[in-house]
């Protein structure tokens, strides 16, 4: 009689410990992937940083190029004449706009 119940009670043990074993592996991998989904945020993170910091980087220099573009054509003067010719009432009126360009774009005052 014991033989018999070593034999049935063999079978049992081996689905206990394969099954043991698959939690274990399952147990694992759950946490092998939630710290690569950690690991890989934190990356896209620091990536998404970088971006803006160098987009920033970018703007400046195209604010301070802009700035300096209008700052120069602002300074420009129209060529003296008699303010009834209408082609010098024309770069009087293109120079005001162009003189006002640059603070309404931010870039304050323009004075070289």
Same mark, same amino acid.
């Given at each position: 009689? $014991?033989?018999?119940?070593?034999?049935?009670? !063999?079978?049992?043990?081996?689905?206990v @410990? /394969?099954?043991?074993? !698959?939690?274990?592996?399952?147990v !694992?991998?759950?946490f092998?992937? @939630?710290?690569?989904?950690q690991?890989?945020? $934190?990356v896209?993170?620091?990536? &998404?940083?970088?971006?803006? !910091?160098?987009?920033? &980087?970018?703007?400046?220099?195209?604010?301070r190029?802009?700035?300096?573009s209008l +700052? *120069?054509?602002?300074?420009?003067?129209?060529?003296? +004449?008699?303010?009834? *010719?209408?082609? $010098?009432?024309?770069?009087?009126?293109?120079?005001? @706009?162009?003189?006002? /360009?640059?603070?309404?774009? +931010?870039?304050?005052?323009?004075?070289?």
């Amino acid at each position: 009689m $014991r033989l018999l119940s070593r034999r049935v009670n !063999a079978p049992l043990w081996s689905i206990v @410990v /394969l099954f043991a074993i !698959a939690v274990v592996i399952s147990v !694992a991998t759950y946490f092998a992937e @939630v710290h690569n989904n950690q690991a890989s945020e $934190r990356v896209q993170r620091q990536q &998404a940083a970088q971006q803006a !910091a160098a987009q920033r &980087a970018q703007g400046e220099a195209l604010e301070r190029k802009l700035c300096t573009s209008l +700052g *120069d054509l602002a300074a420009l003067k129209p060529p003296p +004449g008699d303010p009834g *010719d209408l082609s $010098r009432a024309y770069l009087l009126e293109q120079h005001q @706009v162009l003189a006002e /360009l640059g603070p309404d774009v +931010g870039c304050g005052t323009a004075k070289r």
